[in-house]
T-cell receptor, first 109, second 114 residues
Framework: DAKTTQPTSMDCAEGRAANLPCNHS???????VYWYRQIHSQGPQYIIH???NNETNEMASLIITEDRKSSTLILPHATLRDTAVYYC??????????FGDGTTLTVKP | EPEVTQTPSHQVTQMGQEVILRCVPI?????FYWYRQILGQKVEFLVS????????KSEIFDDQFSVERPDGSNFTLKIRSTKLEDSAMYFC????????????FGDGTRLSIL
């Protein structure tokens, strides 16, 4: 499985953009990058995914570098409710998702 | 918006007893998964299931574990003889017609083994 590396923690001011980086240098050509978040012990919540093009939905934007070795999740206007652990995952074709330690994002007033 | 539902939200069981955790995936999804998260630890993959077969399983998913899709709506995880170390949150997930589609998770069942 392709391994991902994320910073342990980040802070962001409420209303500002939160930019969460992820390295996945061993990703293979047909593997997608997925982002999830987990608030307390709730189930992981899907945010966004992509293969090689940048993606945007109502929650966030995903920027993937041209060589696909890294990506950045952007929450354009962070709110206190966005405080969570954010996981960047590269998935196998069988669907196994390997969760790392993720990035603990703290949004501060 | 459709969601994955899991029951019960909390299950307390004596060590050595059998337990069945239940999940109702999103209705038109074809891929099903179980994960677990021991308190304070990472979310761990257990098993993936497609077309009535296990697609992939982890080392955790030993002979004590089994999965079943007994009808068109439910997806269950059975632990035959529970151990103290099986205490964890168990999350069910499902994804759509293509294995690359995102997995959607339920809110989990907290399993406590006494």
């Amino acid at each position: 499985d392709a391994k991902t590396t994320q910073p342990t923690s980040m802070d962001c001011a409420e209303g500002r953009a939160a930019n969460l980086p992820c390295n996945h240098s061993t990703i293979s050509g047909n593997e997608y990058v997925y982002w999830y978040r987990q608030i307390h012990s709730q189930g992981p919540q899907y945010i966004i995914h992509g293969l090689k093009n940048n993606e945007t939905n109502e929650m966030a934007s995903l920027i993937i570098t041209e060589d696909r070795k890294s990506s950045t999740l952007i929450l354009p206007h962070a709110t206190l409710r966005d405080t969570a652990v954010y996981y960047c995952i590269v998935r196998t074709n069988a669907g196994k998702s390997t969760f790392g330690d993720g990035t603990t994002l703290t949004v501060k007033p | 918006e459709p969601e994955v539902t899991q029951t019960p939200s909390h299950q307390v069981t004596q060590m050595g007893q059998e337990v069945i955790l239940r999940c109702v995936p999103i209705s038109n999804h074809l891929y099903f998964y179980w994960y677990r998260q021991i308190l304070g630890q990472k979310v761990e993959f257990l098993v993936s299931f497609y077309n009535n077969e296990i697609s992939e399983k982890s080392e955790i998913f030993d002979d004590q574990f089994s999965v079943e899709r007994p009808d068109g709506s439910n997806f269950t995880l059975k632990i035959r003889s529970t151990k103290l170390e099986d205490s964890a949150m168990y999350f069910c997930a499902s994804s759509g017609r293509n294995s690359n589609q995102p997995q959607h998770f339920g809110d989990g069942t907290r399993l406590s083994i006494l």
